[in-house]
């Protein structure tokens, strides 16, 4: 290893989906065992239900979560609510009363912890089925609260724009691809935030494209990749293996 990577600080750990290694993701035992091993980062996925209630769910369908094949964004809250996302094929049966949490209960939990930052990424399908205009409103209504310890993220540049327009929040723009387009794309908006999967960067130790604003990979499952990843110009990097990647970076503290 360089010694320009050996002397690199350890990026900040954001705990992606929350523990989502030892809970069913975007669930609140997921938020709370992160923020009980002690992040100061979280990242989770916002959907509309059909009632336009914004609940944490990254798939639109709840197959993979439930084991049921149904459209979340076709259910109500109500309906939602009766649901166990318990990820039976991951769990089995290790979970099995873990409901859908709303934004709001997010929102309440992230209030107990000040110093936490939480990245909220607003999910396509559910844009492509209500539209930007409704998504962004009905999630920023409910941030109001704890607006600055959030970031609000899409891939979906648009939406992302759309919440430039109508609020100060702070933004970041989760990057599709890794692409020299991108990075027109990226200097014109001039987002708080650059998000990326790992799988997506170019493999090289190129820096990062410099800018105002700061840069978070996603993906990362070792502290060796972050350690990488911070000599690129990474700021922050997001695991859902929070506890395995948080010892290491204790194990190998100086």
């Not at 494209?209 to 996603?218: D, H, M, S, T, V």
Request: proline share 5%; charged share 20%; net charge positive.
């Amino acid at each position: 290893m360089s010694a320009s990577r050996l002397l690199s600080p350890l990026p900040d750990l954001i705990a992606q989906r929350g523990n989502a290694e030892e809970y069913p993701e975007n669930t609140l035992p997921a938020l709370r065992s992160a923020l009980d091993l002690g992040a100061r980062h979280l990242a989770f996925d916002v959907q509309l239900s059909a009632d336009r209630q914004p609940v944490l769910l990254n798939d639109a369908n709840l197959k993979r979560m439930a084991g049921l094949d149904r459209s979340a964004l076709t259910m109500t809250w109500p309906q939602l609510a009766e649901v166990s996302v318990s990820e039976p094929d991951r769990f089995q049966q290790k979970y099995t009363d873990i409901g859908v949490p709303t934004l709001t209960q997010a929102v309440s939990l992230i209030g107990t912890h000040p110093a936490v930052t939480a990245f909220i990424e607003i999910k396509r399908a559910s844009l492509r089925v209500f539209g930007a205009e409704v998504v962004v409103r009905k999630i920023c209504e409910v941030i109001k609260p704890v607006v600055r310890q959030c970031v609000l993220v899409s891939r979906d540049l648009a939406a992302v724009h759309h919440v430039r327009q109508i609020s100060s929040y702070r933004v970041g723009w989760l990057l599709s691809e890794y692409s020299s387009l991108s990075a027109l794309k990226c200097e014109a908006l001039v987002p708080d935030y650059l998000l990326c999967d790992r799988e997506l960067l170019t493999d090289s130790n190129a820096q990062l494209w410099r800018g105002p604003w700061r840069w978070a990979i996603l993906n990362v499952s070792s502290r060796e990749a972050a350690v990488h990843l911070a000599a690129r110009g990474a700021r922050l990097v997001a695991t859902t293996a929070y506890r395995k990647v948080l010892r290491e970076f204790k194990s190998n503290a100086p």
